[in-house]
């Protein structure tokens, strides 16, 4: 099927934080699937803004989504969910409530599950039953709202710390390429199989020194920064705006 008018809803992660461009901009998997989308009469708009949970961008994204009269919407979120703490009951009512309205005006949407980056995190296992709860939530209204899914629960690449950014939590720019893949490769558009080829050799294990690091260097700020805006009363994601919140050409000037 060919797609004109794509939009693509989220967090940080569909805005493409971790895959700079030589420009300093932000690429991202959504900047990658529109590259293989792209051709006469091709739009893309994309509407992730930075920490975002599923509940606000229903609020705030998926109106001006249904504006644009897209061919195609995908949506990749949940992980701020997760990570606020939100309960299995608000992850299943949260997935339902915007699938449910995607699925009400574009003709075709794609969601996805979340790898399970727990191992990851210090305390992660804290984390896991949410994550599951989660991609329970995404496969159940994928089959209710007849969405398509993109399973990438079990990618044994999450394993392979190459494919993340410095925080060990966004994706790099080979794991935006990959999920880009995964993508493409189900919604059966062609792209470069290199994009899913499993990189060569094994990654370096992280030293004691590299746990400290990280931990100094990206753990504390994040958890001092979430920690002073909730005080002050302010959300993640404030004060950002989508990065291409009309459709257009792939190639105009942003």
Same mark, same amino acid.
């Given at each position: ?28 998997? $959504?900047? =990658? ?18 920490? =975002? ?8 994204? /998926?109106?001006? &989504?249904?504006? +644009?009269?897209?061919?195609?919407? /995908? ?25 449910? &309205? ?6 075709? @949407?794609?969601?996805?599950?979340? %790898? ?16 599951? &709860? ?6 159940? $209204?994928? #089959?209710?709202?007849?969405?398509? +899914?993109?399973? @990438? ?16 939590? *966004? +994706?790099? %720019?080979?794991? *935006?390429?990959?999920?880009?893949? *995964?993508? +493409? ?18 990654? $370096? #294990? &992280?030293?004691?020194?590299? *746990? ?17 805006? !909730? ?11 989508? !990065? ?11």
């Amino acid at each position: 099927m060919e797609y004109q008018r794509f939009v693509a809803l989220g967090d940080s992660c569909t805005e493409g934080l971790d895959d700079l461009l030589p420009d300093g901009r932000y690429r991202g998997w $959504a900047d =990658r699937v529109a590259s293989a989308l792209d051709g006469p009469g091709f739009r893309y708009a994309n509407l992730g803004v930075r920490g =975002r949970r599923l509940d606000q961008m229903l609020v705030e994204q /998926v109106p001006n &989504a249904r504006a +644009l009269e897209p061919d195609l919407v /995908v949506l990749f979120g949940g992980g701020n969910d997760v990570m606020s703490g939100a309960t299995a009951s608000q992850l299943a009512q949260r997935v339902d409530d915007i699938v449910r &309205a995607v699925t009400s005006f574009a003709p075709t @949407v794609a969601v996805f599950t979340l %790898s399970d980056i727990s191992h990851r995190m210090p305390f992660g296992w804290r984390m896991r039953p949410r994550i599951e &709860a989660l991609n329970t939530a995404v496969r159940d $209204a994928a #089959s209710r709202y007849d969405a398509v +899914l993109v399973d @990438v629960e079990a990618d044994e690449c999450v394993h392979d710390s190459r494919y993340f950014g410095p925080d060990r939590l *966004h +994706l790099s %720019s080979l794991g *935006h390429r990959r999920l880009a893949g *995964h993508l +493409l490769s189900t919604l059966g558009i062609p792209f470069d199989p290199a994009w899913l080829t499993p990189l060569e050799g094994t990654a $370096a #294990s &992280a030293s004691v020194l590299d *746990h400290w690091r990280w931990l100094r260097d990206q753990v504390l700020p994040v958890a001092y920064t979430r920690t002073r805006n !909730k005080l002050i009363g302010r959300q993640p994601g404030d004060g950002f705006t989508p !990065k291409r919140p009309q459709l257009a050409p792939l190639r105009v000037a942003r």
